[in-house]
């Protein structure tokens, strides 16, 4: 005979349940603005502690010790760190300034072959040229109260390091093609490690506060033009190009995405096309690759206090004059939310290593060292004994810039070490051979600031070029 249960203590028990339940999100909705405001106040070192802490990181090895290899040279007869990276002929001498703005990243080039480098620099020339008579025109304008400017911005959320570089590049690209003096600004806390590990190079971009109170008037145009629907994106970007054309306009304000090749695909604005058509770049990924990567250039280079902390990094792992491989691992599951595209699977992750692992010792056998940078702890776990200590990576922290503020489980230390983990990576990236990587707009900047060729570039899962999949 079955037990009899009163029908008040079903009740009692459903009332129970909801109000654990909205207890719960009360104390959840509450809790957050507090969660955040603590670490916006405490968590978060500012822009003044990045650049005046002169204590050293403490970088280390993941899975141990490895051996310098600063006596290992390329097979070319040259040390990799200290080829150049663009060469052009006598008769284009006068960017000779360009060239040396450009070389002040100080980021060197393995990916790009010598005999390259004047194909490259005659592939450039008109480019080039462009940029020389630019740096002229930025300096003598910008001392005008009356000179028309253009204003990439930094707000309301504008992704990562590659979506705000492609967006810079982008709106580097208008500035020129419009005559337009060009500023950036990244906000308060928005480009909290570009504002610490950037500086200007070929042109001051920065917005005194004087220009500041001017460029947020009410009267100019702001546009925020990103990566959606195509409808969408012609839209925003036909009025974007009429209102850079508008003389009454001083100021225009763009937070954008979009890649410069978005430009050379504009129909019906001839100013921007003969612009486009010096370049003598056809292929969009070629285009994109080499127009960021000179937009990079000319508007940056690194700080020292960054760049000291890269060649020890560089100790640390073994890759002082050496040739190695680069390695891009992407989960999206650090300090960030999921992103749809990114490889979401361990085994898809243990392919991406098996891929570069095969990769190096095919090309180059078992003496090249493969360099791995990824944002899961749990990656860097994939690393066993069986890769005898080819694949390296540093044992640090590691977080997405542009979601800083979700993160409430990290000291102000850890920040720090992350956000310069974000550019010391990068570069580390960037100066490889060959990169292996998945879906990542992080690892396509680091082939940009190197114009790495396709041939040079393997995908993870396939392990093949992108030259191969032509």
Known sequence: ??????????????????????????????????????????????????????????????????????NVVDREGN?????????????????????????????????????????????????????????????????????????????NGCGGIADRMKGIAFALMLAMFSRRVLHLDWGPQQGLSELAFLEPNAIDWHLMQEEREKAYLQDNHHFYTKSSSINGVAKNLRKLLEATKKESLQWVAVNTNLSPSTLANTVGYEWINNGMASLSLNNVHDLNINLIGLAFRYLFKFSSYLLQEVRAARRVLGLEHTRYVGLHVRTGFEGWEQHPNVYTKPRQWSESISCAYRYATQHFGNEVPIFLATDSKQVKGMVGPEYRGQIRCLDNVVLHVGKLKKLHSKTKAQVKESLFSVWVELILLAESHSLVRGVSGYAFLAECLCFMPKERTVRALTCTSSYERK
């Not at 663009?86 to 284009?92: G, I, M, N, R, Y």
């Not at 000779?96 to 480098?117: F, G, I, M, N, Y």
Request: positive net charge; glycine residues 4%.
């Open 1 to 70: 005979m079955a037990l009899y249960r009163p029908q008040w203590l079903y009740a009692n028990k459903f009332r129970l349940f909801l109000t654990l339940v909205l207890f719960t999100i009360v104390v959840v909705y509450l809790g957050r603005p507090k969660l955040s405001l603590f670490f916006s106040e405490l968590e978060l070192p500012s822009v003044e502690e990045l650049r005046n802490d002169s204590t050293p990181l403490r970088w280390k090895p993941c899975g141990g010790a490895f051996i310098n290899g600063s």
């Open 79 to 155: 040390e990799p760190h200290r080829k150049m990276l663009l060469s052009v002929t006598a008769k284009d001498a006068d960017v000779d300034d360009v060239l040396k703005a450009l070389h002040a990243l100080q980021v060197t080039c393995q990916s790009r072959p010598l005999v390259e480098t004047e194909k490259l620099g005659k592939t450039f020339a008109k480019f080039l040229i462009a940029l020389k008579n630019y740096t002229v025109f930025h300096a003598l304008e910008r001392k005008k109260p009356s000179a028309k400017r253009l204003l990439w911005v930094c707000k």
